[in-house]
């Protein structure tokens, strides 16, 4: 993907950070590559969720063009279907030369709409690339995959690397946050480690990955372990989980993942207010359950246990999650933590832990 210098992050309407995961993410680990916010529904008396970041907010790219070469869509699909304003504002980009960074399972070079204020389709166009006939900007699709993927072999059971999988019992849930956290203070302790992205969020990061959700069933587990393979010469790795094993939705790449990752442990992502799991009206899994269900299935394939629990807690007071803390402590008698608020090192602790790593020189 090309690499951009500076971006507008379309956050259009966004109402927690969950609806716009990628702003709140990219805001918090590439601050210097984000110009501005485009949100037509911003005002003083009712600011964008992100007003807080200090970027400033614009109501449309027209209102920006000459301070980004990207425009970065940063929500979650409502219904399944495009709103007509993000079409206008991917169509506007496009039209005046700036590129659109498409983290969507949609191809806008299918959207009649996009297709016909362009011109049509540029026959030179790729999976990955979408070009028009009449526009300067290109389409970059984060979710393209590998043509070469192969199936699962077993070889990731034999880096050097130990492997690190986020899980969770839910999707959406702190997953990517605490895998690049835990990547952080490893690489602060003097570890050789690296983040393995796994999602569209996690490759907008590191620059690199695969967008498992994209990929065929069959050759989901081999693309996870041929991203493992390619630095399992490292000392540790941290895969970024997906979904979760109890959501129906997404259950299926979870899986994957952990076939493909084959874990020498896990860290197990919670949120304690939530009480269904997400879009279902399905009970969220006890941490007990949870733990219990990820080792078993882990275990298939390599034996790995759960070394701690990484809480989301953004809509709760200090107080309360302490409280939260403690009470996942108790019941799981592994060391739990707010990563955002409270830091990430009980948890890196832990997996030092696990792996009998000494603290180096650095």
Request: aromatic share 2%.
């Given at each position: 993907m090309k690499k951009f210098k500076k971006l507008a992050l379309l956050v259009e309407g966004a109402k927690d950070i969950f609806q716009a995961k990628t702003a709140s993410l990219l805001l918090r680990y590439r601050p210097d590559d984000i110009a501005v916010l485009v949100d037509s529904t911003h005002t003083n008396s009712s600011p964008n969720v992100f007003s807080s970041s200090g970027v400033p907010v614009v109501k449309s790219i027209k209102d920006c063009m000459n301070k980004v070469d990207g425009l970065l869509i940063c929500l979650v699909l409502p219904k399944g279907k495009v709103p007509k304003t993000w079409l206008d504002e991917v169509t506007t980009a496009i039209k005046n030369g700036v590129d659109v960074i498409n983290p969507l399972h949609v191809n806008f070079g299918a959207?009649?709409?996009?297709?016909?204020?362009?011109?049509?389709?540029?026959?030179?166009?790729?999976?990955?690339?979408?070009?028009?006939?009449?526009?300067?900007?290109?389409?970059?699709?984060?979710?393209?995959?590998?043509?070469?993927?192969?199936?699962?072999?077993?070889?990731?059971?034999?880096?050097?690397?130990?492997?690190?999988?986020?899980?969770?019992?839910?999707?959406?849930?702190?997953?990517?946050?605490?895998?690049?956290?835990?990547?952080?203070?490893?690489?602060?302790?003097g570890l050789d480690s690296s983040f393995i992205a796994t999602g569209q969020i996690g490759i907008l990061v590191k620059g690199e990955g695969i967008a498992v959700d994209r990929v065929i069933s069959d050759f989901l587990p081999g693309a996870v372990e041929g991203l493992i393979l390619k630095e399992g010469k490292r000392d540790i790795l941290f895969v970024e989980g997906q979904g979760s094993i109890f959501q129906p939705i997404y259950s299926a790449v979870t899986l994957g993942l952990i076939h493909g990752s084959a874990p020498d442990a896990m860290i197990l992502c919670h949120m304690p207010t939530r009480k269904k799991l997400r879009y279902t009206d399905i009970d969220m899994p006890d941490l007990k359950t949870a733990i219990r269900v990820h080792e078993e299935l882990a275990g298939m394939i390599n034996k790995s246990k759960v070394v701690g629990i990484s809480l989301n807690c953004y809509d709760l007071n200090d107080a309360e999650t302490k409280k939260a803390i403690a009470e996942a402590e108790k019941i799981t008698g592994l060391p739990a933590t707010d990563p955002v608020k409270f830091g990430i090192d009980k948890l890196f602790d832990a997996v030092k832990k696990e792996f009998l790593i000494k603290d180096c020189d650095c």
């Open positions: 959207l009649e709409p996009v297709v016909k204020a362009l011109g049509g389709v540029d026959p030179t166009s790729t999976e990955a690339v979408t070009l028009f006939k009449k526009g300067k900007g290109k389409v970059y699709n984060i979710r393209a995959v590998p043509n070469d993927l192969k199936l699962l072999s077993l070889e990731v059971l034999n880096t050097k690397a130990k492997r690190v999988l986020t899980v969770g019992t839910d999707c959406n849930i702190g997953k990517m946050l605490t895998s690049l956290e835990l990547n952080k203070a490893a690489l602060k302790h």
